[in-house]
């Protein structure tokens, strides 16, 4: 909660040339701590809200971009649409809306409700919320706005289109009382893996987050969103695949993998043990150093994560301890322990065999890591021409990603009804 390291970091980012920082969120502390004493071992309590900060962000910076989740599930899509189409003027084009369905059952707690919304309901609102919001954003033309000073009409009323949804689960009239967002629509991102998570991906996200530990998993799912995206009538090249990965870097490799080790060791019990607590039930009286036992049924948070806890917890030799080390750690993305010059082998062979279009960088903590890598990390990609030295384009987040600007009805219910997407090959 200290600002001045936020924007220190953001400007250092930029310098980097990184294309735009991310903040996730849901709306509530959220945490699968029994009690408020296991609570207080969290250190992900207080944040701050992501909009918000953006806001302070972007007045320090020039070209560096803003992702932020925003939920579907606990927001209404006129709060969304206005929010992100101000925060596109504050930052002169430079902002990317997350598109989230949350995942943790606290929000539900904050928003009037006793459970969190079911996993295909919250799909089904986020497929209707995000047309809402792309409608509202097409509230207004590009040139809506005259200001005509001679005549007095300060926007043409032919260029006006109120929204007037009346849908399965959602009612807004609208229209949005800000003009059309100067990228046309922020970049949209989306990282659902379940069905219908990829399904809302396909058809509306220009940046696919994802998580892997492997590149055999990653190439599998690269091809799977590329595949949904062409059937959803869209430029697969378009839709860039970002996986995440947690660089522990050291000047050798020995020095990098005593750092993890410490990292590792400092993963205290009381937090380490909630994290498997979804999965695998209370685990607070098993020997931390012995197997775990069998996983409860389903989930309803993050699907995905929910399988791939259980086929870790499945694999040989892992314990409660070692399983909760690495769930603190990247939970279930890449963790790459190593000089800059490995860690850039590693990025280099998940792109060149299509296991992602970029990636998103995960320091284990803030700042000095995080410097290590735009340090240490950038400039070695920098050197083989896979990361930038320049931003490109128009000054916006769309042009820096060399994503074009989308035309007026261009995505949302309009669009599905047209058939109209527009992409960018891969280069
Ligand atoms: C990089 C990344 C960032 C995410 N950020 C958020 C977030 O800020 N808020 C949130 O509620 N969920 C977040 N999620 C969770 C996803 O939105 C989604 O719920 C999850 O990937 C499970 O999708 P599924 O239910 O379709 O399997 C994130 C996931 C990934 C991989």
Redesign the pocket.
Known sequence: MDIRLWKEMARAVERARIHFM?????IAV?HSAKDDDELSFNPRIDVFEPLTVIGALAAVTERLGFV??A?TTYNEPYHVARKFASLDYVSEGRVGW???????EQ?AFNFGLDAHVE?GK??RRAEEFVDVVFGLWDSWEDDAFIRDKQNGRYFDPAKLHTLNHKGEILKVKGPLNVARPIQGYPVIA?????????D?GARIADLI???HKTKDQATAFYRSVKEHGAKAGRDPDSMLV?P?ILPVLGRTKAEAEDKFAQMQDMVHPRVGLPMLAEVFGDLSGHDLDGPLPPPLSGSN?????YDKLVELGRQPGMTIRKLYQTQAGAS??CVFVGTASEAANLMQDWFESRGCDGW?L?PPFMPGPAMECLEWLVPELQRRGLAQTEYEGDGTLRGSLGLPRPTFHSRGAHARENGTFIGKPRS
Do not use: C
């Not at 991310?22 to 849901?26: E, I, L, N, P, T």
């Not at 948070?301 to 994560?305: P, W």
């Open positions: 991310f903040w996730a969120d849901g959220r932020a989740s939920s997350n598109v989230v369905t949350s995942w943790s929000e996993h919250r799909y989306q990282a659902g893996s379940s069905g219908p998570g990829q809302l987050y994802a998580q970002m995440g948070s993050v699907k995905s994560a279930g993305h998103n995960i």
